[in-house]
């Protein structure tokens, strides 16, 4: 990587220490020629990935859109910055392994959501309310009721959505309502 301050093409890296939960790299660098130090960031990256929407539209994908709309669920909720980074990085890794070219809208939101139940009741409705468009009342009862620990437990075993193993990330602690 060129150095920041005078472009030089050789920089070293004088500390390298694992990020997050182990997915990214933090590197001290230092430019061979002038002394400057800097910071990098690594983070695996989706590539050659393309989204089918709802309509048919083929796009490819783009983590910002990820991010912003998992954003918008988390307003005003306590959430670190580590830990949406670390969460946008288990959802990516659960679309990775789906193991397709193409995944649908639809194959995310359903990622997304498996992820944001797990943390924060308040975001996970919020994002659900928006990917599902709740039909009717009755759906969005049935949804918030699912939320209610007293029924979690059955609907738990039920869980098999495409034999995708169920990652349980103890690092994650559930926020409180
Ligand atoms: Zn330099």
């Known amino acids: 990587?060129?150095?920041?301050?005078?472009?030089?093409?050789?920089?070293?890296?004088?500390?390298?220490?694992?990020?997050?939960?182990?997915?990214a790299v933090r590197r001290r660098r230092m430019c061979e020629k002038c002394g400057f130090r800097?910071?990098?960031?690594?983070?695996?990256?989706?590539?050659?990935?393309t989204v089918v929407k709802r309509n048919g539209a083929k796009e490819p994908y783009a983590k910002e859109k990820l991010e912003s709309g998992i954003k918008k669920s988390f307003q005003k909720r306590p959430i670190t910055d580590e830990n949406f980074r670390m969460l946008v990085s288990h959802i990516e890794q659960d679309i990775e392994m789906l193991g397709e070219?193409?995944?649908?809208?639809?194959?995310?939101?359903?990622?997304v959501m498996k992820h944001l139940k797990e943390i924060d009741d308040v975001?996970?409705?919020?994002?659900?309310?928006?990917?599902?468009?709740?039909?009717?009342?009755?759906s969005f009862r049935k949804e918030?009721?699912?939320?209610?620990?007293?029924?979690r437990a059955p609907k738990k075993q039920q869980r098999t959505r495409k034999n995708m193993p169920r990652r349980k990330n103890p690092r994650f602690k559930k926020i409180k309502k």
């Open 101 to 111: 070219s193409e995944v649908t809208t639809s194959d995310v939101g359903e990622i």
């Open 1 to 23: 990587m060129l150095c920041l301050a005078c472009h030089h093409p050789d920089t070293k890296v004088t500390d390298s220490r694992l990020a997050g939960d182990g997915l």
């Open 123 to 138: 975001a996970y409705i919020r994002f659900a309310s928006v990917y599902r468009s709740f039909k009717d009342a009755e």
């Open 38 to 49: 800097f910071s990098t960031y690594e983070e695996h990256e989706i590539l050659n990935l």
């Open 144 to 151: 918030l009721k699912s939320l209610d620990p007293r029924s």
